[in-house]
């Protein structure tokens, strides 16, 4: 492994931007000071008017593998990733097989550990009759439990009441949840389907999975989360109602509920269906610029913990069909710091806080071992960002297996010059070097 020393950088890390330099030793940050000398056989790399970043740690990506391949495989996905500065992810357990087993569960860390540019891990499923299979996950070495309290794509409903007051009244280790109403969304279907009995605009994903169908099953997780004092985290929060839910003026890691938005919902709205159609269409919906705007609000007071994209890629073919056979999801994992840099242009939120939402506080709530931090001892995962340098999205620069995304023809206001993975230099402008692989993910768990 190659030692580095990253000289004149511009360090975005726990609520400051300093400049200095950081020394790269076997793979963890070995020093990190206003000035460092040359020290053996490092490689040095000249960062003036660069600025480094704790890599992103996505905590909800879907890279289809085993099953749905001809959608996407964990090495593409992860190259994808890496080219965005997101050096770790957490994918989830609704592939084919559901990783409802540890056999299954084992399977996709093996898949992983052979071909995952970007450091991994993986959710146990959660599902209505597998409770004795979700108490045996490790605590040390899995990110977490995933229930789907609402069906989305790859059905992995959990709809008994008995099943979720057992597993949030059981489980040691965080739970990660879906939330939507499933009797609100099929009697809504059921409306719109007597409507548009043959095709449907995507307009009305937010008017069939809507506020009240989010509101009704986040507010039930939560009450069995306080009842049974459980650790939750709730995915992809999507509408202004589910905020008041949500502790405010606390530190996150404090927190025994916590919750997630993606950079979807804080991009998009539902004026954007009429352009993009379903390339936007995903669960829960995109909805109106209202949403929107105090999704947005709500990462300065501290109820949206972190930042996500909940990457779903399908095939272009598959994404082309009318809105009743059209999937749900988007292909997002290279473009989610990209997107906020351009919101923090806008005034959304600052520099030191997209290192905060996509980094630290991940790793706190997910208690990483070694990660989310630019810390001397911890691994070197660093996204060095260039604010100067545009870049313009465009089918060949895409490193999806999909070949699509939503954001084409969008020229961002900057761009990933270099990725480190566990110290490896994965990616630098444009290429990758797969010589290292990413590790598994471990958690400082009592």
């Given at each position: 492994?190659?030692?580095?020393?990253?000289?004149?950088?511009?360090?975005?890390?726990?609520?400051?931007?300093?400049?200095?330099?950081?020394?790269?030793?076997?793979?963890?940050?070995?020093?990190?000071?206003?000035?460092?000398?040359?020290?053996?056989?490092?490689?040095?790399?000249?960062?003036?008017?660069?600025?480094?970043?704790?890599?992103?740690?996505?905590?909800?990506?879907?890279?289809?593998?085993?099953?749905?391949?001809?959608?996407?495989?964990?090495?593409?996905?992860?190259?994808?990733?890496?080219?965005?500065?997101?050096?770790?992810?957490?994918?989830?357990?609704?592939?084919?097989?559901?990783?409802?087993?540890?056999?299954?569960?084992?399977?996709?860390?093996?898949?992983?550990?052979?071909?995952?540019?970007?450091?991994?891990?993986?959710?146990?499923?959660?599902g209505n009759d597998n409770l004795e299979e979700v108490l045996k996950t490790n605590k040390q070495d899995v990110c977490g439990i995933k229930i789907f309290m609402g069906s989305s794509t790859g059905n992995m409903l959990v709809d008994n009441s008995q099943t979720l007051e057992n597993i949030f009244s059981k489980s040691e280790l965080l739970i990660?949840?879906?939330?939507?109403?499933?009797?609100?969304?099929?009697?809504?279907?059921?409306?719109?389907?007597?409507?548009?009995?043959?095709?449907?605009?995507?307009?009305?994903?937010?008017?069939?999975r809507n506020e009240e169908a989010c509101y009704l099953s986040s507010s039930m997780a939560v009450d069995l989360a306080k009842k049974w004092n459980t650790r939750l985290h709730i995915l992809?929060?999507?509408?202004?109602?589910?905020?008041?839910?949500?502790?405010?003026?606390?530190?996150?890691?404090?927190?025994?509920?916590?919750?997630?938005?993606?950079?979807?919902?804080?991009?998009?709205?539902?004026?954007?269906?009429?352009?993009?159609?379903?390339?936007?269409?995903?669960?829960?919906?995109?909805?109106?610029?209202?949403?929107?705007?105090?999704?947005?609000?709500?990462?300065?007071?501290?109820?949206?913990?972190?930042?996500?994209?909940?990457?779903?890629?399908?095939?272009?073919?598959?994404?082309?069909?009318?809105?009743?056979?059209?999937?749900?999801?988007?292909?997002?994992?290279?473009?989610?710091?990209?997107?906020?840099?351009?919101?923090?242009?806008?005034?959304?939120?600052?520099?030191?806080?997209?290192?905060?939402?996509?980094?630290?506080?991940?790793?706190?709530?997910?208690?990483?071992?070694?990660?989310?931090?630019?810390?001397?001892?911890?691994?070197?995962?660093?996204?060095?960002?260039?604010?100067?340098?545009?870049?313009?999205?465009?089918?060949?620069?895409?490193?999806?297996?999909?070949?699509?995304?939503?954001?084409?023809?969008?020229?961002?206001?900057?761009?990933?010059?270099?990725?480190?993975?566990?110290?490896?230099?994965?990616?630098?402008?444009?290429?990758?070097?797969?010589?290292?692989?990413?590790?598994?993910?471990?958690?400082?768990?009592?």
């Amino acid at each position: 492994m190659s030692n580095y020393l990253l000289k004149n950088a511009k360090i975005v890390n726990e609520g400051q931007i300093i400049e200095g330099d950081i020394r790269i030793s076997n793979g963890r940050i070995d020093k990190i000071a206003s000035t460092i000398s040359l020290q053996g056989n490092e490689q040095i790399m000249d960062l003036t008017g660069k600025h480094v970043f704790p890599g992103m740690i996505d905590d909800q990506v879907h890279f289809r593998e085993p099953g749905l391949t001809h959608k996407a495989h964990i090495a593409s996905e992860a190259r994808a990733a890496v080219a965005g500065g997101v050096t770790s992810f957490m994918e989830m357990p609704n592939t084919v097989p559901n990783a409802l087993s540890q056999e299954i569960l084992a399977d996709k860390y093996t898949i992983a550990q052979r071909s995952s540019l970007a450091n991994y891990s993986f959710f146990m499923g959660a599902g209505n009759d597998n409770l004795e299979e979700v108490l045996k996950t490790n605590k040390q070495d899995v990110c977490g439990i995933k229930i789907f309290m609402g069906s989305s794509t790859g059905n992995m409903l959990v709809d008994n009441s008995q099943t979720l007051e057992n597993i949030f009244s059981k489980s040691e280790l965080l739970i990660a949840t879906h939330c939507e109403d499933e009797a609100t969304v099929k009697a809504r279907t059921k409306l719109f389907r007597d409507k548009y009995p043959e095709d449907a605009p995507a307009l009305i994903h937010p008017l069939i999975r809507n506020e009240e169908a989010c509101y009704l099953s986040s507010s039930m997780a939560v009450d069995l989360a306080k009842k049974w004092n459980t650790r939750l985290h709730i995915l992809h929060i999507s509408t202004e109602e589910e905020l008041a839910l949500f502790e405010t003026g606390k530190p996150s890691k404090d927190k025994r509920i916590t919750s997630e938005v993606c950079v979807h919902h804080l991009w998009f709205d539902a004026s954007d269906y009429e352009k993009l159609d379903n390339q936007i269409k995903c669960n829960p919906a995109i909805k109106d610029s209202r949403h929107k705007n105090a999704l947005r609000k709500a990462l300065q007071s501290g109820s949206l913990d972190i930042i996500a994209t909940d990457h779903a890629p399908h095939t272009w073919e598959e994404k082309q069909q009318g809105y009743w056979k059209s999937p749900s999801g988007l292909p997002l994992v290279q473009h989610p710091l990209l997107m906020l840099f351009d919101l923090e242009k806008e005034g959304v939120l600052s520099l030191v806080q997209i290192a905060e939402k996509t980094a630290h506080t991940v790793a706190e709530i997910f208690q990483i071992q070694d990660r989310g931090f630019i810390r001397e001892g911890y691994w070197a995962d660093l996204a060095v960002v260039d604010f100067n340098t545009p870049q313009k999205v465009e089918k060949p620069n895409l490193h999806y297996q999909c070949q699509w995304s939503p954001m084409e023809g969008h020229t961002f206001h900057s761009s990933i010059a270099h990725t480190f993975v566990s110290g490896h230099l994965a990616y630098t402008q444009g290429k990758f070097n797969e010589s290292q692989l990413g590790k598994r993910l471990l958690f400082d768990r009592d």
